[in-house]
């Protein structure tokens, strides 16, 4: 059904999206703070007019585009944004006109307070009482309220009657609220979940007080949270079937704020179904594609980690800490044209959707000659909009869709419990082994513990300090391994908790001959299984990881010296792609109707021409070879030599 959605309104091209929520005129409160342009400027009108334009509606698709996010609700009343939904009205039809599919901006977290308060609303309320606000002016509602559900599902019908293709949520995450609506849901949920719980304690439902943060090992916290994510899970499931219900191809796409060194499970994200809810979702982050210090960013976890959910994903990656303040003294946040291109590319390699978040954004100071380029957009530079254009025409002659399927065969387990109650121990592993492989050149994709028996697809199994595990989650890994299947186990606390973080009195070490109590310092291989002991502290932050308190999420000490961690890897399985190059170069391997591609990525900055040689398992024919900026060219037959590499290239072999 997704893929069939996808297909209908892009066919074969891949998705080019590009946001214009930030220039809603409702964010001229926000003064310095409100989006695409600072909401004080006295051109903001003009500004505004310029970007909903015609004019601008066939320049995007000059460009290249083909999804636009434009601006319709704030958390207004429908009065105080008629014009906003008119204006939405206007330009989704020009988009229309140009073949650009058109969704409309709708704000999760807050509701403008002074003018709007939708009848059977009731606000937000921390467990202490006090009001959760998105700023002063902007005020959470209780997204569980009668009064908050009809009003959104309000503003989904006006969006769609308006010419808007779906819908686009903004922060769909979901703040702990202790408001009297939850708390009465939150005793019903524990009368229905938690029995055995409150008969241990001793305790009945209606008296068990709310638990002021997620404390990861308490088992009251766990079931306020849990409670709290599947009720953002089933209020996401009655949006999308109220969508569904006036279109049953609309898209759902939102936001729900990943990759920001945050726990997703306390902000009421249970990551893996809510993922599967959606058609497209939004890596809004700072994980600017870059190599520096010998440490890689990118948002190639998300990428891999969505595909292999079956959805796509768009990018937003600032260079900095501050999503919106993008001009003047802040321009930097922005890419220059020369970093345009790895920004549009790395998606790509990972099966992710290409995006120019920055595109309609307030030209910076710096590349203005004069006050009439201020009225300009971004993306009007001549040198930004070449970059831009050459690499749009680039990916559109890509042998690739917006349904990749990917084929490498290292699988590295995501634990859902593991996440939600070990997040920094866990999240850390997850990001560093991801760092490892990538900065190896070995293709790697994710298997979700929802679907631990799928790992028998795949050769080689990855399990990433994942300390909290079930009894049978054990016996399918034992299973596994048995059966033949490679298991990479790092940190000797593997399965030291069991599902709710009680503590064993061993890991799931002496299910392969071995115990965490042998206190090893290096690397032990027992058959089919390998276990890297973690006994170092962990170290630097990751390379541009917005961190929710510093500190908190760390790269493994093993990332010190990451060949004894590939000569483990190699030791347990062969290389799926051999790579000989000079510097770093990243590959993917995945197939769909049109046939196997392998893609090779490069991190660098600036990055100089090399020749790399690639050598995949098992593939020997013919191939064709795409680089950017030269015409495509075949290859005879492995090993695949590729001259002149410098950021990206593509290898399309012929079955």
């Given at each position: 059904m997704?893929t069939q959605?996808?297909?209908k309104?892009f066919g074969?091209?891949p998705?080019?999206?590009v946001p214009?929520w930030?220039?809603s ?9 409100p ?6 400027s006295?051109?903001?009108?003009q500004w505004y007019?310029?970007?909903m ?11 290249g585009?083909n999804?636009v996010?434009l ?9 105080l ?11 989704a039809a020009e988009?229309h ?7 409309p901006y709708l704000?999760?977290q ?7 308060m ?11 009482g006090?009001p959760?606000?998105?700023s002063y002016w ?7 309220s ?6 959104f599902?309000?503003v989904i ?5 308006a010419?808007?293709?779906?819908i ?5 995450y979901l703040?702990?609220c ?5 708390r009465?849901n ?11 719980l409150?008969k241990?304690l001793?305790i009945?439902?209606?008296?068990v ?11 009251i ?9 599947a009720?953002?899970l089933?209020?996401?499931?009655e949006f999308k079937?109220h969508l569904?219900s ?8 939102s936001?729900?704020?990943l ?5 997703y ?5 249970d990551l893996?179904?809510l993922?599967?809810l ?8 700072t994980l600017f594609?870059?190599k ?12 891999v980690l969505?595909?292999?959910?079956g959805?796509?994903?768009v ?5 900095h ?9 802040a ?5 220059h ?7 549009m590319l790395?998606p790509?390699?990972?099966g992710?959707s290409?995006?120019?978040f ?6 910076p100071?710096s590349?203005c ?5 201020k009225?300009k957009?971004?993306y ?13 025409v ?7 869709t917006?349904?990749?399927e ?5 699988a590295?387990l ?8 070990d997040f920094n121990?866990?999240q850390s592993?997850l990001?560093?082994?991801g760092?490892l ?8 994709q ?11 697809q ?8 994942i ?6 989650e054990?016996?399918?890994l ?20 069991d599902?709710r973080h009680r ?17 090893f310092e290096?690397?032990v ?6 276990v890297?002991?973690v ?10 990881l917005?961190?929710a308190?510093n500190?908190t999420?760390?790269r493994?000490?093993?990332l010190?010296q ?9 030791n ?6 051999k ?6 170069v ?12 392998i893609?090779?990525f ?6 100089l021409p090399q020749t790399?040689?690639v050598?995949?398992a098992?593939?020997?024919?013919e191939c064709t070879?795409?680089?950017p900026?030269q ?6 037959g492995?090993p695949?030599i ?5 950021r990206h290239?593509?290898?399309h072999?012929?079955?």
């Open positions: 997704r959605k996808l297909r309104y074969d091209r998705i080019a999206w214009m930030g220039i005129k409702l964010r001229h409160r926000g003064g310095e703070f989006g695409s342009i600072p909401g004080n006295l051109w903001y009108d007019d310029r970007a334009s015609a004019e601008n509606a066939d320049r995007l698709a000059g460009l585009v999804l996010i601006p319709f609700s704030l958390g207004g009343s429908s009065e944004e008629h014009q906003e939904h008119e204006d939405f009205r206007r330009m988009l006109r140009n073949k650009i599919t058109a969704l704000q999760y807050n509701l403008l307070q002074e003018e709007h939708p009848p059977g609303t009731v606000w937000a309320e921390t467990p202490d006090a959760i606000s998105y902007r005020r959470t509602a209780c997204q569980s009668e009064g908050f559900r009809n009003y599902k309000g019908k006006a969006a769609l009657e010419g808007g293709d779906g686009w949520i903004d922060n769909n703040k702990p202790a408001c009297a609506v939850c009465r939150f005793v019903e949920y524990l009368k229905l979940n938690c029995q055995d409150l241990s001793e009945e439902a209606e008296h007080a709310i638990p002021p943060a997620l404390l990861e090992s308490d088992p916290a766990q079931a306020f949270y849990s409670f709290n994510a009720r953002n089933e209020l996401h499931k079937a569904e006036i279109n049953p191809d609309a898209l759902f796409a936001n729900p704020a990759f920001r060194g945050r726990n499970f306390a902000a009421g994200v893996f179904p993922l599967e959606n058609d497209i979702i939004y890596l809004e982050n594609p870059e520096k210090d010998n440490m890689f960013s990118g948002n190639y976890h998300g990428f969505t595909n292999s959910l959805l796509t994903a990018s937003g990656t600032w260079k800490g501050d999503y919106d303040n993008t001009a003047r003294s321009a930097s946040r922005m890419p044209a020369a970093e345009a291109e790895q920004v790395e790509v390699v990972f992710g290409t995006g120019m920055w595109a309609v954004r307030e030209m100071d590349l000659g004069n006050s009439g380029d009225l957009m971004h009007e530079n001549s040198a930004m909009f070449t970059t831009m254009q050459n690499t749009l680039y990916i559109n002659s890509l042998p690739i917006n349904s990749m990917n084929l490498a065969q290292t590295i995501w634990h859902r419990n593991s996440l939600a109650f121990v866990h592993s990001l560093g082994i760092e492989l990538l900065s190896n050149g070995i293709p790697f994710t298997v979700d513990s929802r679907h631990l028996d799928r790992i028998s795949y050769p080689l199994v990855i399990v990433p300090d300390r909290l595990m079930s009894e049978p054990i016996a399918t034992k299973k596994y391994a048995e059966g033949g299947g490679k298991l990479l186990i790092i940190g000797m606390d593997c399965g030291i908790f599902e503590q064993k009195l061993d890991s799931i070490l002496p299910v392969f001959g071995l115990s965490r109590y042998d206190h290096t690397p291989r027992k058959g089919n299984v390998t890297i002991p006994n170092g502290q962990p170290g630097k932050m990751f390379l541009n917005k961190q308190a500190g999420v760390l493994p000490c093993w010190d990451p060949e004894i961690m590939i000569a483990e890897l190699d347990l399985s062969e290389r799926q792609i790579i000989t190059a000079e510097r770093s990243s590959a993917s391997i995945m197939s769909h109707e049109k046939g196997t591609v893609q090779l490069s991190y660098e900055a600036g990055p790399v040689t050598i995949p098992g593939i020997t024919g070879l795409y680089r900026g015409p495509p060219c075949n290859l005879d492995a695949y590729i001259e002149n590499f410098i290239a593509l290898l072999i012929h079955s």
